[in-house]
C-alpha cells in the first residue's frame, strides 16, 4: 500500500499543468501515487499528464467524459487511491521540494485524522505567506473547538483542500458534495471539523497557489457561481445549533463577496442570484451581520427579506 496518494483534479488545465506534475516529478517519492483526474477537458490536458507518466510513481490518469466539478474529479481520484494518506492539488498549482515528505512526517509524527498547513498565494511575480488561522501549532487538538468563535476567522474560513492531509480510512468524510461546481470545498470542511475526532496545525508552507489564473471560477460570472448558495443551505442543514451563528457569518461573508463582484452576471442571472439570496438570508439569524463591515453589511442587508430588517434591530 503507498504511503501517499496525491490527488490531482484538473480541467482545462493545459498552460499550467506541467509545472504541477513537474513539481511533484523534482522529489518523486516511491512510496507514493500520482492520480490525475482530467475533468472533461477540451484542451491538451490529458496529453500534458501522459508526458509524465515515466516521471512519476504510482501514475494514473482517470477521465470524465463530462465535467463533474473539482469535488466530483476529487471524488473520482479518491474512489481509486489506495494510500494510507491522501492530500490534494489543483492543476494549475506547485509544491515545494521535500514539502511532501514533511507533511507525511507531520501526520505519522503528530497520529492525528488531519493536518493542516499555511500555504504562499502567488500572483504575477507576488508571493505572500498566508497562514492557517489556527494559532496553535503542533498539537493535537479537537477539531471541533477550531470551529468557534462565530466573528473571528477560524479554521472552517480556511477551506483550501490541498492545504493538508488527510488519513484515508476517514473515507466518507473525505468525500465532496457531488453536482457542485463551485464552494465544495464549504461542506466539506465544516464535515470535517465537525465529525473528524483530532487535527493539528503545523507551520509547513509547501503549497504555491496560483490566484488570478484566466478562466478560473473565480474570474468567471457564470451560474457556476450560484453552487454557492446550495454548498451553504447544506450546510446550514447539517450544523448544530451551536455552531448555527458561525455558518451564518460564513454565509454572509461570502455572499459579500459575490455581491461586490455583481455587475459579472448577465441580468437574468443576477436575478436568480438576488432570488436565491433572499431565500438562504431567510434562515440567517440577524445577529449573524452584526458587527461585521458596514459597507459589506450594507450589501447583504439589501439582499435580505423586508422580515429581518437591520441587523442592529432598527427598521431599513
Not at 477551506?159 to 461546481?181: C, E, K, Q, S, V
Not at 461542506?187 to 478562466?215: E, Q, T
Not at 437574468?268 to 440577524?286: I, M, Q, S
Amino acid at each position: 500500500m503507498p504511503t501517499l496518494s496525491m490527488i490531482v483534479a484538473v480541467r482545462d488545465g493545459e498552460p499550467y499543468l506541467a509545472d504541477a506534475l513537474a513539481s511533484l516529478a523534482r522529489d518523486p517519492r516511491a512510496d507514493a501515487e500520482v492520480i490525475v483526474v482530467d475533468d472533461g477537458s477540451v484542451d491538451a490536458t490529458s496529453a500534458v499528464a501522459e508526458d509524465f507518466r515515466e516521471d512519476l510513481p504510482g501514475f494514473r490518469l482517470l477521465r470524465n467524459a463530462v465535467p463533474a466539478g473539482a469535488g466530483g474529479a476529487r471524488n473520482a481520484g479518491l474512489a481509486v487511491a489506495s494510500g494510507q494518506y491522501v492530500t490534494f492539488l489543483d492543476g494549475d498549482d506547485w509544491v515545494a521540494p521535500g514539502y511532501l515528505a514533511e507533511l507525511v512526517t507531520a501526520i505519522d509524527t503528530l497520529g492525528c485524522d488531519f493536518v493542516r498547513v499555511d500555504h504562499v498565494q502567488v500572483e504575477g511575480h507576488r508571493r505572500e505567506l498566508l497562514r492557517a488561522p489556527e494559532s496553535r501549532r503542533d498539537i493535537v487538538l479537537d477539531p471541533r473547538d477550531a470551529i468557534l468563535p462565530f466573528d473571528a476567522r477560524t479554521m472552517v474560513d480556511y477551506a483550501y483542500t490541498w492545504a493538508g492531509i488527510y488519513r484515508r480510512d476517514l473515507g466518507p468524510l473525505l468525500a465532496f458534495p457531488d453536482g457542485l461546481h463551485t464552494a465544495e470545498d464549504r461542506p466539506w470542511i465544516w464535515r470535517l471539523h465537525r465529525k473528524a475526532r483530532s487535527f493539528a496545525v503545523v507551520s509547513l508552507a509547501g503549497v504555491f497557489y496560483r490566484r488570478g489564473v484566466p478562466g478560473s471560477l473565480t474570474a468567471i460570472g457564470d451560474e457556476r457561481q450560484l453552487d454557492f448558495f446550495t454548498a451553504y443551505e447544506t450546510i446550514l442543514d447539517e450544523v448544530e445549533p451551536e455552531f448555527l451563528l458561525k455558518a451564518a457569518r460564513n454565509l454572509t461573508g461570502l455572499l459579500a463577496h459575490h455581491v461586490e463582484l455583481i455587475d459579472r452576471f448577465t441580468p437574468e442571472l443576477r436575478a436568480r442570484f438576488e432570488e436565491r439570496a433572499g431565500e438562504v438570508l431567510r434562515r440567517v439569524p440577524p445577529e449573524a451581520l452584526a458587527g461585521i463591515d458596514p459597507d459589506r453589511r450594507a450589501l447583504v442587508e439589501s439582499f435580505a427579506p423586508p422580515r429581518h430588517g437591520r441587523a442592529d434591530g432598527t427598521s431599513p
